[in-house]
């Protein structure tokens, strides 16, 4: 696997978390599961239970994104969060439920359902070692929810484990926001935040040259909102729709972007990427503490 980290292919991260006041120190040379021997893994697990499982998406980020925005939410978010906390991550899963974006090319989507068991599966590998406290990071913000959500109750009630779902859009919403300055709000589909975090993250992909504001396109209206947003101004009266890849396609041409990315800097985007992982920091720190009786492990076969 090709390097993960947000901060440089040839940089350890140090994920060392001295908690003294709780009887723990962490410490691991790299916060990676794959990148650790069994023995590190063991020794890790005679410390601290939590792993967080990053689960992105390939779709497209219009014209002038590449198509891993997504899996990068989830990835750089879980690699701040065990810089400042000590867990380990799961190696990433890029692919996500993204039927709607087929329409565009290079796109590749997961059945709902294929997720779902995707991430119960690595979820139960990861129960079954002895990490008894699981968090999902969900980098493809609101459209992999329902999936992973299902896997974690199933996971939590079939083996006593806890397993939350933190969601890159969502944990962190108010403080990315608040960076954004377009007159559309800047949360939109490769809009002004994603194309920030791109810039910071992986800039070398992105092409600035076709970023444009998105074309006004009656088809997507409507006078209600999502029951989940990413805007925290948007919580007025709601319902859930759904698209056909033809339709979204229509919908979002000709670019495939649904907000103006035009402001977008990567000083911004690494600001974003900084609250959300502090914020999933600050979760897993309370969530590490939530007491675990008995945990039965379900080996996937």
């Known amino acids: 696997m090709p390097p993960t980290g947000t901060i440089g292919a040839n940089r350890v991260i140090d994920s060392g978390r001295d908690d003294t006041s709780k009887g723990r120190i962490v410490t691991s040379r790299t916060p990676w599961i794959q990148e650790l021997r069994w023995p590190e893994i063991e020794a890790h697990l005679e410390r601290d239970d939590v792993a967080l499982i990053p689960v992105g998406a390939t779709e497209q980020h219009g014209r002038h994104l590449p198509l891993l925005v997504d899996s990068g939410w989830a990835i750089a978010a879980c690699e701040r969060a065990a810089a400042i906390c000590g867990c380990l991550i799961a190696p990433p899963i890029q692919y996500g439920w993204s039927p709607h974006h087929m329409g565009y090319p290079g796109t590749i989507t997961l059945a709902a359902e294929t997720l779902q068991k995707v991430v119960y599966d690595v979820g139960a590998s990861l129960i079954y070692h002895g990490f008894h406290h699981l968090v999902m990071v969900n980098g493809n913000r609101i459209a992999n929810l329902q999936p992973m959500e299902i896997a974690a109750v199933q996971l939590q009630n079939s083996t006593g484990a806890c397993v939350a779902v933190a969601d890159a859009g969502l944990i962190a919403r108010a403080e990315v926001k608040a960076l954004c300055d377009a007159p559309d709000g800047g949360l939109e589909h490769a809009a002004e935040a994603e194309t920030s975090f791109a810039l910071f993250w992986r800039g070398q992909h992105v092409d600035m040259n076709e970023a444009r504001p998105p ?76 007491g675990v009786r008995e945990v039965s492990t379900c080996l996937p076969t």
């Open 215 to 290: 074309r006004q396109n009656q088809e997507s209206s409507s006078r209600f909102d999502y029951p989940v947003e990413l805007d925290p101004a948007l919580n007025g009266n709601a319902v859930s729709r759904f698209v056909t890849p033809e339709q979204h396609r229509r919908a979002t041409a000709p670019d495939g972007h649904t907000g103006d990315p035009t402001s977008a800097t990567p000083e911004k985007g690494e600001a974003m990427i900084s609250a959300v992982g502090a914020r999933l920091a600050d979760f897993v720190e309370e969530f590490r503490d939530i």
